[in-house]
């Protein structure tokens, strides 16, 4: 297949004062771009993962080793992603009612918020932190750089990008009072119940 940039679902400036709509600008437009076209060159039209969803791109690549597509269709995945997990008013203290069990088996939402900024924080350099469900259990996660939950073995429903570029802006070297933003007033948590199966 080949890759295209999504649209934002929202104006470049809805998530502010969270994410500025100078963040979103470079994010989407520049950084998240780049993936697409550099993913268009090595794993497009023509290429051997012609036919693959963009989930099993992102397997099949992290099973052979492909380190160029995990980069690349890696980010392609997660950020086409990101820009759903977000929404003006979001966050909160309620979670929807599949999502709701999930969380209280895990331990409750202050639980997971705590592992998930932890986690967020803990990736040293670039990457990403995770809800993902595994064997029917909702876990917290994190991967380095463009992978993802996918290439090792679980299900992701929410993830939040950890590079400097999604946030130094914003928050300058601040990287937990961002997630902590993220959490508690970002995350559209209905996008994230439609992704559990
Ligand atoms: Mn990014």
Known sequence: MSFTLPDLPYAYDALQPYM????????????????????????????????????DICKTAFSSGDQAVINQIGQHYNHTHFWQWMKAGGGGTKVPGKLEGLVSAYGGLDKVRADFVAAGVGQFGSGWCWLAIADGKLQVTKTANGENPLMHGAKPILGCDVWEHSYYIDYRNARPKYIEAFFDNLVNWDYVESLID
């Open 20 to 55: 500025s709509k100078e963040t979103l600008e470079f994010h989407h437009d520049k950084h998240h771009k780049a993936y697409v076209d550099k993913g268009n060159e090595i794993a497009g039209a023509g290429s051997k993962y012609d036919g693959l969803s963009l989930e």
